[in-house]
């Protein structure tokens, strides 16, 4: 069963940044997602919820090119559906994958170094937030006192904050975040809430996939449940929190 959207008054609606519209995608022979849907609004929070293998990730990587897929994916007026990887990252999306990926040789300066790229503007000329390693270093202290350190003698939360902060470095104007509280100490969890509201208050728009209600409750604006590669709940995150009905049919939520 399917419940009810939430829909704000028009006026209220935040500019769509991102826009997924009848996505499927292909892990080899294997068709994971099915005519999804969903927007990301400039400086919004959005959650992609879930059991695990309900698509959240393979949602993600689509939006990458990581992976078969096809429909329409509209970023900032531009059909990205066909663009390669790179050509995504340049254009704006910052993408932080489950795995983390950073490179255990390099340390942590040199990993930042590998996701810098120019300073970038809005359409309308408003500079988008940016990134120095001042600014990370200040949004991520732990980070600051360990510049040297090579990324593969860093504990798993502090490889998860260097993740970050090397996506953050590109300037993006939206963030995807795959799992991000996934397999962490509850302290660096606190420390990613922090760190998103961070984000949030300087206009960063993200999409996240993740499994811990209280974590996405504190963070995000909206929310999207999925089940079998396809959306099965949308609403604002307030009002999943009160919905009775919708947490006892969604338990992994």
């Known amino acids: 069963m399917t419940h009810p959207q939430h829909t704000a008054p028009a006026a209220t609606q935040p500019q769509v940044l991102l826009q997924v519209q009848d996505l499927n995608a292909w892990y080899g022979a294997a068709h994971i997602l099915f005519d999804l849907n969903l927007t990301v609004g400039k400086g919004e929070v ?11 990730s393979t949602t993600i990587e689509s ?20 663009w390669k990887p790179h050509q995504i990252a340049r254009a704006g999306i910052g993408f932080v994958p489950e795995e983390r990926r950073i490179f255990a040789d390099l340390s942590v300066m040199e990993n930042l170094d590998t996701g810098r790229q120019p300073p970038r503007v809005w359409p309308d000329g408003q500079a988008v937030a940016h990134w120095s390693t001042e600014a990370i270093f200040s949004l991520f202290p732990n980070l600051a006192d360990m510049r040297t350190r090579r990324g593969g003698q860093m504990s798993g939360g502090e490889q998860q904050m260097l993740a970050v902060a090397r996506t953050l470095m590109g300037n993006p104007f939206l963030l995807l975040l795959d799992e991000p509280s996934e397999g962490v100490a509850p302290i660096v969890v606190e420390q990613m809430i922090k760190m998103v509201l961070a984000l949030k208050a300087q206009g960063v728009s993200i999409l996240l996939s993740e499994q811990n209600m209280d974590f996405a409750r504190q963070v995000c604006d909206r929310v999207y449940i999925l089940e079998k590669g396809q959306i099965k709940y949308e609403n604002t995150m307030d009002a999943l929190t009160h919905d009775m009905t919708a947490k006892a049919e969604y338990p992994a939520v």
């Open 63 to 82: 939006i990458m090119g990581l992976v078969k897929h096809q429909g329409l994916i509209r970023f900032m007026g531009q059909d990205i559906v066909a």
């Open 46 to 56: 959005v959650a992609l919820m879930g059991r695990n293998g309900a698509g959240k």
